[in-house]
């Protein structure tokens, strides 16, 4: 177990140089809404003595009560010594603009779709007042749901996970944004529970982590549910069942956006005749496609 020295840390400065050093040292791993230990540190600390996550420069000289030492010590130590990723020890995650309530019971929000729906999708299918219906599949905490109801405000958004423990989260999350009536959350393992409605755009974030990744996970991942990332032997069991029932629930022109992170050449093997079109993000270019209803009809 890693020792907190709380009672030679005196400032957050002193606080902010040992556990950047000790994040070092422990060779924690960061992917979970920072890439850094300089960055996940001062969030932390910040987030902990509820000071603005944007102003650090004021308060590094302040000086900590001994309370504050001590809640600080015990959430260094479950950082470090536990592996625990910063967003289950906050209980949120930021997409963009956008703040959201996690805890184990889902995986933390991170997706490349985040990035496309705020008008990346529009080149594909239409103006954002044309979407009426969405479908997010896999939808966790609910993060890219609300996010579709926020992009597209004319749209009816079904958010749909296996998990009733994932559900519980995404309500919570809805009902911060007050979008319960927009927002329908329903229980079912892909579509096999959906009733018979269709979709201008169906978007999925799956479980896509394939068997030999999930084997090799750093230790932060362990905490996370395996059922949102496992994907199987090539992490496309989730992904193929979502392209095979998709064209029943879309509409004549409606489109399916799928994340698969870096299984582009599984995709395509697994696809051959489909014509995916493969979107672009500011970290990724082929771990996103979209790919026509009338498309996937063709290339069966």
């Known amino acids: 177990m890693s020792s907190v020295p709380s009672g030679e840390l005196e400032t957050l400065r002193d606080w902010l140089r040992w556990s950047v050093s000790r994040f070092g040292e422990a060779k924690l791993h960061f992917g979970h809404g920072s890439d850094e230990a300089y960055d996940e540190a001062a969030y932390l600390l910040l987030h902990a003595l509820h000071l603005p996550l944007d102003r650090l420069e004021p308060f590094l000289d302040a000086r900590l009560t001994q309370s504050e030492r001590a809640t600080l010590g015990q959430l260094f130590t479950r950082r470090i010594d536990e592996r625990v990723p910063a967003a289950y020890l906050t209980h949120e995650a930021w ?5 959201f ?27 954002a007042t044309q979407v009426r219906s969405a479908l997010d599949m896999c939808t966790g905490s609910g993060c890219l749901a609300i996010l579709l109801a926020h992009a597209y405000p004319e749209a009816d958004v079904d958010a749909v996970d296996v998990s009733s423990a994932a559900l519980a989260v995404a309500q919570r999350n809805v009902s911060d944004y007050a979008l319960a009536d927009r927002i329908n959350l329903i229980r079912s393992d892909l579509f096999a529970n959906l009733p018979q409605k269709s979709y201008d755009l169906i978007i999925s974030n799956p479980p896509y982590v394939t068997a030999m990744s999930m084997a090799e996970l750093p230790d932060e991942y362990r905490h996370e549910p395996e059922l949102a990332l496992a994907g199987g032997d090539d992490g496309l069991d989730a992904v193929r069942g979502i392209v095979k029932d ?20 599984a995709a395509e093997a697994a696809f051959p005749r489909l014509p995916f079109m493969w979107l672009a993000t500011t970290s990724s270019e082929d771990s996103v496609f979209i790919v026509k209803r009338e498309d996937i009809v063709k290339g069966r």
């Open 246 to 265: 998709a064209p029943r629930f879309l509409n004549q022109g409606g489109a399916l956006v799928v994340e698969v992170g870096h299984n582009r050449s």
């Open 101 to 127: 309530y996690v805890d184990e019971r889902v995986l933390i929000p991170r997706s490349y779709i985040a990035e496309l729906i705020p008008g990346g999708l529009e080149p594909h299918i239409g103006a």
């Open 95 to 99: 997409l963009g603009d956008f703040r």
